[in-house]
């Protein structure tokens, strides 16, 4: 499995926390739900994460069963508009970076 990560690096504007959350949730999350071939989505904001994760305000996951599904996904409408509403977003809520990674999972039987 491949799961892509988008990191949020930076500070969400003050006074701005339950709007950025609210954005995201209600307006890009719904979008990455379209991205084809995806098998979960998953958000995490900074108070969410695990003891020792990273400190970002938001990290954003979605994952595909293979390499060339998350490629042709990356292709398809449904990311292009993903990435004009986060540009609005951030615009709006979020001062910094936004930085994506890319994980290889590999899962073996014994």
């Given at each position: 499995?491949?799961?892509?990560?988008?990191?949020?690096?930076?500070?969400?504007?003050?006074?701005?926390?339950?709007?950025?959350?609210?954005?995201?949730?209600?307006?890009?999350?719904?979008?990455?739900?379209?991205?084809?071939?995806?098998?979960?989505?998953?958000?995490?904001?900074?108070?969410?994460?695990?003891?020792?994760?990273?400190?970002?305000?938001?990290?954003?996951?979605?994952?595909?069963?293979?390499?060339?599904?998350?490629?042709?996904?990356?292709?398809?409408?449904?990311?292009?508009?993903?990435?004009?509403?986060?540009?609005?977003?951030?615009?709006?809520?979020?001062?910094?970076?936004i930085h994506h990674?890319?994980t290889q999972l590999?899962?073996?039987?014994?």
């Open positions: 499995m491949i799961s892509r990560f988008a990191m949020f690096e930076g500070t969400i504007k003050s006074g701005s926390v339950e709007a950025f959350r609210d954005a995201v949730k209600q307006r890009l999350v719904p979008l990455w739900r379209q991205f084809p071939g995806n098998i979960d989505v998953r958000v995490m904001f900074s108070d969410d994460r695990d003891e020792g994760a990273p400190e970002f305000p938001l990290i954003l996951a979605i994952t595909y069963p293979d390499m060339a599904t998350m490629e042709a996904a990356l292709e398809a409408p449904a990311r292009f508009k993903s990435k004009d509403v986060t540009g609005e977003i951030v615009a709006e809520f979020f001062e910094g970076r990674h890319v590999n899962e073996f039987k014994a």
